[in-house]
């Protein structure tokens, strides 16, 4: 029997950035370890184009995000914002909408299922990155904190969006407005993290749950988070009318005619995500 292919390994768009894909699961790495994954302006360009990537890539049905070293992302890179504020560039609302904000929207609305791997510290954007993810999964020494307030700014990131929908409004203003840090058993108990592993069955757990997805109906995956947000919004019948239409959609597909198919025929289906 031949052995099972490894890791493709993609030509790096940024060394702050790491991209690679193994059995249908990409990984995309924040790769600033020394300054525990902060976010300069070149960070947030490679993470945009990687992030694109990743979407286009069609050996890539599951995407995990986790971070190098001993953090999983600490927001802004403080130094750098303080010499553009210097400088007469620093503009917040500027890198908010050409980075935060497409990058945030990126995550959420990826047309297949994004894992955050949340292997330490998770503060400011990278909190919000992770909250923009499908599914979160933290190391026993992980931590979120929002600590925009701190700094005398309002959310970003999608955090006034994500957080009371993931832990509801009451919750969600306590933790932007104190700014407290949460450990990955609070954030357990409150609802904001999936599971809690030990840091080093992290990436298994998370390879494992990504591996599981990417083998699943990948198409159908996408209409039930495209679904989710549009009913977020919307009233029921506008909720039901897009549920009539994603059901149409995915009633083309051959995952369904498939899946259908094996059902009738008592076997296990196997999905193609189309």
Known sequence: MAAPPGPTRRPPLSDSVRYDVEAGVATITFNRPDSLNACTFEFKDALIETLARARADADARAVILTGAGRAFCVGQDLREHAEALAAGGGAVENTVRDHYNVITMAIATMPKPVIAAVNGAAAGAG????????????????????????????????????????????????????????????????????????????????????????????????????????????????????????????????????????????????????
């Open 127 to 274: 909190a919000g990155f992770a909250f923009a993810a499908d599914f979160r999964l933290a190391a026993d020494n992980a931590s979120f904190l929002i600590a925009d307030a701190r700094v005398g700014l309002g959310a970003d990131s999608g955090a006034s969006w994500t957080l009371p929908r993931l832990i509801g409004h009451g919750r969600a203003t306590a933790l932007l407005m104190l700014a407290e840090p949460v450990t990955a058993q609070q954030a357990l108990d409150m609802g904001l993290v999936n599971a809690v592993v030990s840091g080093d069955a992290l990436l298994q757990a998370a390879r494992e749950l990504a591996g599981r997805l990417a083998t699943g109906p990948t198409a159908s995956y996408a209409a039930i988070k495209e679904g989710l947000a549009f009913a977020a919004d919307h009233d029921l019948a506008a909720a039901l009318a897009k549920e009539a239409e994603l059901q149409g959609r995915t009633g083309r597909t051959a995952d369904h005619l498939n899946a259908t198919n094996a059902f009738v025929a008592k076997q296990q289906p196997v999905f193609e995500g189309r």
